[in-house]
């Protein structure tokens, strides 16, 4: 059974930096590509950003492309998200999804986890 499991989302103010991680069990890690989305209530969920198999990385939303930074750690099973300079627009639910490939944004994931909840304050 394939679990994908956010955690490091928390309650922080305006300037901060936060790293989520996303760790993954019954799936082969390595031929996945992942990404994070992001999502509020009543928007829809928008990609953030995607780091394929060849860790070729697709910045997905133009207003966090300089601020965060997506990696993956195949031994490890793991993906981060490194986010400095947080903002009180990034407050949204933050998914982390496995695919086949990063082009096709949510469409192409199969696999997503239950999300990690990230509030930036003034």
């Known amino acids: 059974q394939v679990q994908v499991v956010e955690s490091g989302g928390a309650l922080v103010q305006a300037g901060a930096s936060l790293r989520l991680s996303c760790t993954t069990s019954g799936l082969r890690f390595s031929d996945y590509a992942m990404a994070w989305f992001r999502q509020t209530p009543g928007k829809e969920r928008e990609g953030v950003s995607c780091i394929s198999r060849g860790h070729t990385i697709w910045h997905l939303l133009d207003s966090v492309k300089h601020r965060f930074t997506i990696s993956r750690d195949n031994t490890k099973n793991t993906l981060y998200l490194q986010m400095d300079s947080l903002e009180p627009g990034d407050t949204a639910m933050y998914y982390c999804?496995?695919?086949?490939?990063?082009?096709?944004?949510?469409?192409?994931?199969?696999?997503w986890g239950k999300g990690t909840q990230v509030t930036v304050s003034k």
């Open positions: 999804a496995a695919g086949d490939h990063c082009s096709g944004g949510g469409l192409s994931m199969k696999h």
